[in-house]
Every structure is written in C-alpha cells, then in structure tokens.
C-alpha cells in the first residue's frame, strides 16, 4: 500500500484491499471497512468511513504541554492538524511515523502511523464490544476486531477531541 | 424553540441581519426627527418605510420558524409602524425613543424565543411598549385621499393605488412639490438590473410614488411609468432622467387633460398584462396591497451568507498558493538565468509570474477582507443595554457612540461583546451616580457615557468611558490587602493601583446588584484581551470618571508577527506583544531569573522553558551575544531569551481547530516555506501555564 505526499492524498474508498480481503469496500452491502495500522508493536483500527485519507506525515511542530496522545501539529494541505500518536498506552517511545491518517470532521485530527497494514471489510457482527478488562485502552476505543488471531481496538474518534482532558 | 441547531443557526443569522438594519434604522430615525428639514424628512419617510418592511420579513421568518407568539407580536408592531407611514400616527422625539426601545424589544424577543429564553414577561413588556404608542393614534383628518383624483389619476388607477401611496401623494400636494411621470420601456431581461438604477436615480431626486405599467411598448419590451414627487425644477428633472430614455410628463395637481389619457388606460393595461409572458407580467403587475406583501417578503440583502470556517478554509487555500507563487516566481527567476530563450520570452515570463504572486496576494487579502465586520451592531445594541439600565436604575444617562464603522474581524467583533456590555454595566451601575449626588458636585444631572472605536496601526481601540464618581483608589487599596493581593505595608503608584481591579476576585462595590458583580470580575475581561491578542488599560481620576482602553488586532487572521527559533522549531509572536529586542551579554543571562531592563527588575526566562519543552536554561551564545526580546504581558515585562530573530514578517494565523483551546499559550499555526509550521504564541498564555509572576 502506497501513501501520497501531504497536498495528494487520496481516499481510503478508493484504495484495492490487501492483506488476503478481497475487494472489501464500504459501499459493499453488508460490511464495514477499516483501516488497520500499526504504531510500534500495537495494531489499531480505525472506521474508514471517519477518515479522509493518508498522506506521508510532514513536519510536525511539538505543542508545549501537550495533554497525553498529542505530540503537535502539523500542516496538511493548508490545514492545520493536531497530530496525535497511539503510542502512549503501551508506554513506547513515540511513534516515528512516516504516515498520518487524517480523521474526518471539524477537529482537524491527524493519527500517526508506523505503517498502513490493511483496510478490512468485516460484518458489522465482528465488531466486538472491548472487555473492561481492557482498560488502558477504553480511553481511546469501546471495540475490537480480530486480526491474525489479535486483538486490534477501533478507536473511537468522538474519543480522541476528549483524550487527557 | 427550535431543536433543529442547523436550522437555529439560519434562523438567527437571518434575524441578526434584519435586527441589525432594525435598529440601525430606528437609531437613525431618532437623530432624524429633530430635524424639520425637507431632505431630513425624506430621509425619515425611506427609513420608516424600511424599518417596516423589515419588520415584516421578521415576522414572516418568525411564522415559517413556528415561532407564533413572536410572529403575533411582530405583527402588531408592523402595524403600528403601518399607521405611522399613513399619518395616523404622529413621528415626535418621544414617539422615536419609544420605537427604538420597541425594537430592542422585539430583538430580544426574536432571538430569545427560538433559544426557548423568551419569558412571559417579557412579552408582556413589549406590548405595554406598543399599546403606550397605540394610545397616541389619532384618526386621519381627510376621509379619503385627494391627492390622486386632483392629480387626474382615473377610477381604476386609484383602485390600485395602496393606502400608503394615496397618504404620499396628498403629503407630498401639501408640501407643494411637483409630479412628474417618467414612461420607460426595458427589454425583459434588463429590468431588474435597470429599473434598480432608475428608482434609484428617482429617489435621489425626490420621493418616488408608485410604478404603474405602460402600454404599448413592442414585443420584448415591458413599459414602466414610474410616478414621483420632487421639489426640483422641470430642467433639473429633464436632465437627471434623459439618460433613461424615456418620456417626461408633468402631472398638475387639476384634471389636467394630458395626465388624465396618460392615467386612464387601466383596464386596457390589465387585459395586455394578463396576456403578456408571465416573468414579464410579474414584471410589470401594478403595485397594489398584494404585491406590497409579496415585495417586502423579498429579502431585504442581495448578498449571500458564508459560513466563517468556508472563508477560513479559501484563505488557508489562498494562503498556500501564494506560497507556491513565490516558489515559481523564484523558479522562473533561475529559469531565465539558465535558458537561451528570447528576452522578450525572459520578460514574459518574469511578468507573468510576478502577476501571479500578486493576484493571489490579492486573493488572500479579498478573503481576509471578507470577514470583517463593523462594530455598529455590537455599539448599538450595547447603547441600548446602557439605556435600559440607566432607566432600571434610575439614572439619567446619554449613551454617545463614536467609530461604529469600525472594521474588525467577526470573531473579533464577537469576543469583544461581552466585556464591553461588562465595562458598560459597570460604568452604569457603580460608575455614574445618582443625579442628586451629581447636582452636589456641580455635574450635570445627565451623566454621559462614550463608547468609541478607532484604528491604531494593526489594533483598533475601544474605549468606553464615563464622567462619574471615578475609582477610589484608597478603596482599591483597602479591598487588595483584604483579599491578600497585596501586603498592607506595599506601596505602589497609582497606574499599579488601577490595575488591581484586573485581579480575580476584586471588586469594591459593596453588595452585589442585580446589574453587576454577578461573581464575573474585570480579571475575565481581561483573560478575554489576551486570548484575542489584545490589552487592557484603565484611566480613572477620583471624581472625574473613568475610561477603558479595550486594543485588539484588527484580523486575527493575519498579523504583523515576529519570528524566532528556539530548539529545532520556530515560532511566531505578535508583534503587539514586543516591546523590544535586545541581545543581552552572556554573563547577563547565565544562571539569572531576573534581569535590569530600564529602571526595573523584570523575569528573565528561556522560551524554551515558557514552552515547557526543556529545562535546559538559556541558549548558549558561544560567548556571543543571546537574543533576547521584552515582552508585554498586561503592562508588565518579561525578558526571553531564544536562540536566533529571524525577522518580522505579515503572517496568515490558522486555527487549531475543536482541540485549539486545550492548549495554552498557542494562538494558532502558521505555514513557513518549506513545508514548516511554525506555532503563533500567546505570551500571556505561556507565562500564565509557566506560573511565572510578573
């Protein structure tokens, strides 16, 4: 899977599939997609249809005091987005992120990532309810779905405006 | 109420456009009625006109919203406003208070009752209001209008002439002006664009009085006579209105026989405009009662809204275009350095790039343009709120404005409300005194309040003052050392005194009334001007009155900023917010807090510390010099040191977005070349979050 550079995104609908789902898309009746991307050793998930693309990360500039998840902003095809890196909750050094995956919606929100794994289909009946035992990660997703035998979390957007609030 | 927030949103950003224009109108129709002169008059008549119409649009926008006790209210007002243009009512200064204070009434009623804020009482407040003027109507002395029937205007016509128009045409025979006829024809696609012209032209003339159709003008054609009064000679009239084309008829005020043919060809008209096309017969469909009600439903702006955050999005888009501009404009530069094309090719090439940059500079500017606002709503509606208070509390007050056209950004405008209406109430409520009290002290008995606004530079200035009691600056001292501000045994200056009211929890009125101290003190006002970029100052003299200087940048948009490195990154500050740059010695700043700046002592701090990145001290200079500038943080000094100035340039901030305000002492983000951005700083804020005193 490719990435453009920030000013040439492109959307995720228009993505082909890959890691073994053939022709997943969200307009597919039935199935929802996903992007799963990776930040160090943790895989997350994330709606597709709350996402407006992936563009190689620019320059990001560090916010003084920043509230945990958010390292800066950065500035992405005129916009000023706030970058946010997941890898906080494994306690790992933050992300070297080469992508960001731009989050749909007024809050100008940008995820780092290590790498763009795949976009899924999945019956909306493979989206798991996330056990509390989870707790880390409840801050950031209420569900998960299953990939090579793991457990990816999909984050919950609505989740990130209110992250170390 | 309306759930709907979309729909509220439009709802009320229609309203305040009306509300606006209302009361704008009615302002003025007050400084209009001492006027006796003619063209004062006209003035009145075109705004009392407007002032009903809008009206009517409210009230229509109040009954497609279900807004019915609003809508009936409107109404009522409309109604009124109704007999006023027919002489049923009289239009006197005290009448002109009342509709103003009607409007406000009825502003307060529109916007309230869509939030669900609307109460019974209030309600029941604007009616007492309109029932006070219902009670002044008096009957109309001429049982049915002459005017039209001497003019030689036929049965027919004067059926199709509104009330309105028969009150205009008998006030204007008693002012003894002359009637003229203008018949034009247009093509059917020019007339909007055209006829807008003409009665504009009219109008400049004297008062236009209706528009009737005209036959007879060929296929294609719609024919307008357009019937207006004026005091000007018949060559003054020739010459205004020989650019139309048309045909000038003197109407005399007898059964003149050449008026009377022009005029009696109403049912002739009717049947050609009900055979005519149907764009052009609504054209040219005489202006009776109905089609008065279907053109006052016409909205009353020709121009469409724009939500903020599109305009913000055309200028962060301008903004990066302008940048690649320059980019191919130095492109172009190497490119005719290095190629064998013609010189005449090299200066095309140079022209057209450098036209390229300039348009889209010109593009950003436009759209900067585009979101500036006046501060005439914001003044008014605070003269009103002023007002209204002085009235509550008794007080004789005149509210004087000045600068209301004023540009400022709309957010700017919309920040500002608050902590003017603030300062207003406070200057009202503890400022001014009792008109006894003030007698006793040889002031007028009317206190007078001035609300101004004015540009300085890149800031405008808005001043609100007084010429009450003034501050006591004993009692300020007295509340400061109770609320353990300052120690008692402290001795400061008086500029030092003044600015203690600016600290929370101060305040030295002693209740709390219903108008302020509502537990929000000045320190909120001013937390507001430093996250606007902006500063507060007050000037008091005891007995005197006082004044506050409110500065805010004019755009928050773009600014004047300074840009300095610090680590790896770089970072923008307002210029506003510099007081000074310095390179101090090294030995200066190793290991010291505090640094000698002029004659005081002020904090001595890293940038980088301010922004909590490291803790690493000052920049080292390598024995050289470190740059260092001197901050302006609410009339205080900070010196900061950073590793490199890299100069002042015009910057287009952008905002942060939802999560912007999480961060403190970030005012938004601006594009560098190459694909850097660089953090625009709000000193204040990182002092603030660094918890240095100042």
């Known amino acids: ?165 | 109420m309306i759930e709907d927030k979309a729909l509220l949103g439009e709802y009320l950003s229609e309203c305040e456009e009306l509300l606006d224009s209302l009361l704008a109108d009615l302002d003025a129709v007050a400084g209009q009625t001492h006027d006796a002169k003619a063209a004062a008059q006209k003035t009145v008549v075109n705004l009392i006109n407007r002032v009903f119409r809008t009206v009517h649009s409210l009230k229509g926008l109040c009954g497609m919203m279900d807004l019915i006790d609003v809508r009936t209210s409107a109404h009522e007002f409309e109604d009124l406003l109704d007999d006023l243009r027919l002489g049923k009512l009289s239009l006197d200064p005290e009448m002109a208070r009342t509709l103003k204070e009607a409007g406000a009434g009825l502003a307060a009623l529109v916007s309230g009752a869509a939030r669900g804020l609307a109460a019974d009482e209030d309600f029941v407040k604007f009616h007492e209001l309109l029932a006070g003027i219902a009670a002044r109507r008096r009957a109309r002395t001429r049982a049915e209008a002459e005017g039209p029937r001497l003019l030689g205007f036929s049965r027919e016509e004067r059926k199709l002439l509104t009330e309105y128009e028969e009150h205009r045409i008998d006030m204007n025979l008693e002012a003894d002006r002359s009637f003229y006829a203008l018949t034009v024809k247009l093509r059917a696609d020019e007339i909007d664009s055209r006829y807008r012209v003409m009665t504009a032209a009219i109008e400049d003339l004297g008062e236009l009085l209706t528009t009737l159709p005209a036959l007879g003008q060929g296929k294609g054609f719609v024919g307008f006579k357009i019937i207006f009064a004026t005091q000007l000679k018949q060559t003054e009239v020739k010459r205004a209105v020989e650019q139309f084309n048309g045909k000038l008829e003197r109407l005399q005020p007898s059964p003149w026989r050449l008026a009377g043919r022009a005029l009696k060809t109403v049912s002739r008209i009717q049947k050609k405009a009900e055979s005519a096309p149907e764009d052009a017969a609504s054209k040219a469909e005489p202006r009776g009662t109905a089609q008065l009600e279907e053109d006052s439903l016409h909205p009353l702006l020709t121009s469409v809204r724009v939500e903020l955050s599109q305009i913000e999005e055309l200028s962060g888009l301008a903004h990066q275009l302008s940048v690649e501009s320059k980019r191919f404009s130095a492109m172009a530069d190497r490119l005719i350095e290095n190629s064998a094309c013609t010189v005449a090719d090299q200066f095309d090439l140079k022209q057209v790039s450098r036209r390229i940059e300039r348009d889209f500079l010109d593009i950003e500017e436009r759209l900067i343009g585009l979101r500036m606002v006046s501060l005439a709503q914001t003044f008014t509606r605070a003269a009103h709120l002023a007002g209204k208070l002085a009235r509550e509390l008794g007080k004789a007050v005149s509210v004087e404005l000045s600068g209301r056209s004023t540009l400022l950004d709309k957010m700017i405008v919309d920040a500002v409300a608050d902590p003017i209406h603030h300062i207003l109430r406070n200057a009202i409520d503890h400022g001014v005194e009792p008109a006894n009290l003030r007698r006793l002290s040889g002031k007028p008995a009317r206190a007078k309040v001035q609300l101004e606004a004015r540009i300085e530079g890149t800031n405008a200035i808005i001043s609100i003052s007084d010429d009450g009691r003034g501050i006591d600056l004993n009692e300020v001292y007295r509340r400061a050392v109770e609320i353990g501000a300052i120690s008692p045994d402290q001795t400061l200056g008086e500029q030092e005194m003044l600015r203690l009211i600016f600290r929370p929890g101060f305040s030295t009125a002693g209740a709390v009334s219903a108008v302020s101290g509502r537990g929000v003190g000045l320190d909120a006002v001013e937390r507001k001007m430093h996250e606007l970029g902006g500063r507060i100052k007050v000037f008091s003299e005891k007995g005197k009155g006082t004044r506050f200087e409110l500065s805010v940048p004019t755009t928050l948009q773009m600014i004047s900023a300074f840009i300095v490195r610090s680590g790896d990154c770089r970072y923008a500050l307002n210029v506003g917010q510099i007081v000074e740059l310095s390179y101090l010695e090294p030995h200066h700043v190793n290991g010291s807090r505090k640094i000698q700046w002029q004659d005081s002592l002020i904090p001595l701090a890293p940038l980088a510390e301010l922004l909590g990145i490291e803790a690493g001290g000052h920049p080292k200079g390598n024995g050289q010099r470190v740059p260092a500038f001197i901050g302006s943080v609410s009339e205080k000094r900070i010196a900061v040191t950073v590793e490199k100035f890299e100069g002042q340039r015009e910057i287009i901030v952008k905002s942060l977005g939802a999560l912007g305000r999480r961060f403190a002492g970030v005012a938004g983000a601006v594009d560098l070349e190459g694909g850097d951005v660089a953090l625009v700083l709000d000193l204040a804020g990182l002092v603030e979050a660094t918890g240095i005193t100042l």
Do not use: W
Request: aromatic share 4%; charged share 25%.
């Open chain 1, 1 to 165: 899977m490719t990435a453009e550079k920030p000013g040439r995104g492109f959307r995720l609908g228009l993505i082909p599939s890959t890691g073994g789902h053939s022709g997943l898309r969200d307009d597919k009746p039935g199935l929802v997609s996903f992007v799963v991307f990776g930040v160090g050793s943790q895989s997350f998930a994330v709606d597709v249809n709350n996402t407006e693309g992936v563009v190689d990360c620019p320059g990001v500039a560090p916010l003084p005091r920043p509230p945990a998840g958010i390292v800066g902003v950065a500035s992405v095809r005129g916009r000023i987005t706030v970058v946010f890196d997941l890898s906080f909750q494994d306690r790992k050094p933050a992300a070297q992120g080469s992508r960001l995956i731009l989050i749909r919606g007024d809050a100008q929100i940008g995820l780092l990532a290590d790498r763009i794994d795949s976009i899924v289909g999945l019956k909306p009946d493979k989206v798991k309810r996330l056990s509390k035992k989870r707790a880390p990660l409840n801050e950031l997703a209420d569900s998960y779905l299953i990939q090579h035998r793991r457990q990816v979390p999909i984050i919950a957007v609505d989740r990130l405006t209110t992250l170390g609030a």
